[in-house]
């Protein structure tokens, strides 16, 4: 019988919601069965006990998760230490600073929460501001004032994007996720 894997997320801006489905493809491929759920739509989470792994990915705003994977994390911290648990984030800090978006937003989580993840890492988001899609009602009238003149300057300055050397072959992160994505498959393989 396949393994069930249950992929929780929160996305601030859609690039947590194709990465994780990036993800979910990717361990189907393993042959693993995967559930995949939005924590800010969802109304009915399944429950972590029917899965023998899970992983819980978030989008970062202002140095934050998003609410609902911070309380499903805080809902569920006892029964994850018996799951293969693997978490993600996508930052913008990420495309700039890999190590330091790991550190900042997932090693600093998992200390904070007491929790431990065997697998974790982070992806880069939107990789410039291009790429955002200003229509998305989740970006706010200040959010979206913000984005229009960054990308303003930044196209009046003519200044490249820093780009973390993880990325500079990958900007989206596409190898990053696949690769990730088995590892994680293997870790649930082995139980």
Known sequence: ????????YGSRYGCTEEVSKEIGKALEKEGLNVSLVNLELSKNVPDIKNFDGVLVGSGIKIGKWTKETDNFLK???????????????CSGLAMEDADKAKKTYIEDKMEKLGIDAQLFDVFPGKSILSDFDLSNPKIGFIERKIIEQAAKAQAKDN???IIDEKWKDDPKGSRAIRTFASKFAELVGSK
């Open 1 to 8: 019988m396949a393994k069930t894997i249950l992929i929780a």
């Open 75 to 89: 809902k569920n911290k006892d029964s994850l230490k018996s799951k293969i648990l693997g978490l993600y984030t």
């Open 159 to 161: 200044k490249p994007i």
